[in-house]
């Protein structure tokens, strides 16, 4: 059935396992309820048709064109999508499990309750996903798996309470730990761990390969206050430009010996003195971890309680 014309057909609840339709024209045709497992339906016009609840375990779609249709439902699992066109696809419900979507174009489409779990999105667009149900305020994301996670977000009190949980006990520790100063790291960890924190390390250790801005901006907007070891920086002065402005979460600098903060700090320092505390100097890493409730941890939560105020502030507007 290379090619057939099967436009308009009514094939719902038919069994077309292993169905070689390689092709064919399915446009708005109804295959809904039907048994498609490991059917080939590369380059298959399957505009507007009507998918929902059909079974497309291990199916082949590559470059198939499934504009508008209806995939509500449906199981997905390891199918194969490269390429498609899956245009304003409702996907509402469906299994997405292990399927390939490289190269495949998912914009417009409705993205509600799937399961989408290690999914190919190589170079797949995902533009205007839509998450919520019908008849709900719409709300859009760019990223099939972000999906599930935005609208448990906005729908789980649980997974709410979690990431506030995560912001007031989260300490971002930032900095080079290579060589001699893995010490500082393990000692900083175990007692942040003793004061009931949880540590989270980011290792600027191959500055001149990564860009890490965007990861430690998001971990930073996770933690209750970010310890940034600036002691002969590399790449931590690029990364503090870019993220601290933008995160207003308590930033404690500490340095060891006789060093002096790097160059910009200080401009760093005065514009966002409201969340940016005097840098921390310490002779021994025996010291430091002493005095670090006391120098580091408290003074880190008091501005943390009083960026949360501030956060809560509302707005006066003045009448002339």
Known sequence: MISANLRGSFLRGASLDDAKLAGANLCEADIGDASLWGADLTGANLQNADLSDAELDFATLAGA?????????????KANFEGAKLNGVDLRNANLSEANFSNADLSDSRVYGVAAWKLNLDGAIQKNLIITEEGEPTITVDNVEVAQFVYLLLHNEKIRDLIDTVGRKGVLLLGRFSEGRLQLLERLRGKLRELGFVPMVFNFDKPETK???????????????????????????????????????PFVP??????????MFADLWLKHRDWVLDP?????????????????????????????????????????
């Not at 500490?254 to 160059?263: A, H, R």
């Not at 006391?294 to 009083?306: D, L, T, Y």
Request: charged share 30%; with cysteine; proline share 5%.
């Open 65 to 77: 064109d499934l504009t508008g249709a209806d995939l509500c439902g449906a199981d997905l699992y």
């Open 254 to 263: 500490i340095l060891e010996g006789d060093e002096e903060p790097f160059s």
């Open 280 to 320: 921390i100097r310490y002779r021994s890493i025996d010291r430091l971890i002493e005095r670090l409730e006391a120098e580091v941890v408290e003074p880190a939560k008091m501005r943390f309680e009083q960026l949360l105020a501030k956060r809560t502030e509302r707005l006066i507007v003045r009448d002339i």
């Open 211 to 249: 860009d890490f801005t965007e990861t430690v901006r998001l971990l930073a907007s996770l933690s209750c206050f970010v310890i940034a070891d600036i002691t002969k920086p590399r790449s931590t002065p690029l990364e503090l430009q870019a993220t601290v402005p933008d995160c207003m979460v």
